[in-house]
């Protein structure tokens, strides 16, 4: 389990440096949430306490399908599409950091040639990219999916095993037939029990 959530941080921590870097305030949430339930289920891995990896098997599956979610936001699957700031909840006009900065984009800043236009604005052409950002998005979404899930499966089976030896676990003394006391004697020998010393 430990390596399982190492790689469960690193490919949210990864995550969630691009995602600050183009200034995508859900995605970020989402990632941070990612991250603080992960180390909450180790926590409960090492402590063994199953309501801990309850939660973590719980928002496993709503982190699967807030992947999904992005999937097809950037595949623009049912009218979603790619081009509005719903990952910025409405705040910034900025976008995937991939989109100017993928593997092989060339990116060229052409300011605004209108006096009136203020000189924050300016056009970005990106060409000659090696892989669109919308599919490296994509592939950080599945692999986030694949991770998710075989944790999810992980997290599952360490539940099972502690509430079965929850069950199995029997107090000294108590009733179950596992019991380390020895059986009980037909007959118990009584001794008498020599004073110490001189009674006056």
């Known amino acids: 389990m430990f390596c399982l959530c190492v790689f469960l941080q690193l490919a949210a921590l990864e995550r969630q440096i691009f995602d600050f870097l183009g200034f995508q305030w859900a995605p970020i949430l989402?990632?941070?949430?990612?991250?603080?339930v992960v180390i909450l289920g180790l926590f409960g891995t090492i402590q063994f306490r199953p309501r801990y990896i309850v939660v973590y098997t719980?928002?496993?599956a709503l982190w699967v399908t807030w992947n999904v979610f992005i999937i097809c936001f950037y595949l623009e699957v049912g009218g979603l599409s790619k081009e509005t700031d719903l990952m910025t909840f409405n705040i910034?006009?900025?976008?995937?950091?991939?989109?100017?900065?993928?593997?092989?984009?060339?990116?060229?800043?052409?300011?605004?040639?209108?006096?009136?236009?203020?000189?924050?604005?300016?056009?970005?052409?990106?060409?000659?990219?090696?892989?669109?950002?919308?599919?490296?998005e994509v592939i950080h979404s599945a692999i986030q999916i694949l991770l998710s899930l075989i944790g999810f499966v992980y997290a599952c089976y360490v539940i099972s095993i502690f509430m079965e030896e929850e069950d199995s676990f029997d107090f000294i003394g108590g009733l179950d037939t596992?019991?380390?006391?020895?059986?009980?004697?037909?007959?118990?020998?009584?001794?008498?029990?020599?004073?110490?010393?001189?009674?006056?």
């Open 30 to 36: 989402g990632n941070f949430l990612q991250i603080i």
């Open 58 to 60: 719980v928002w496993t």
């Open 92 to 136: 910034s006009m900025h976008r995937s950091w991939w989109r100017e900065h993928g593997p092989g984009c060339i990116r060229r800043v052409v300011r605004p040639s209108s006096p009136g236009v203020l000189e924050d604005y300016s056009y970005v052409s990106v060409t000659g990219c090696i892989i669109d950002f919308q599919y490296l």
């Open 178 to 200: 596992y019991s380390y006391r020895q059986p009980p004697q037909e007959h118990v020998e009584l001794k008498p029990v020599k004073p110490v010393g001189k009674v006056l």
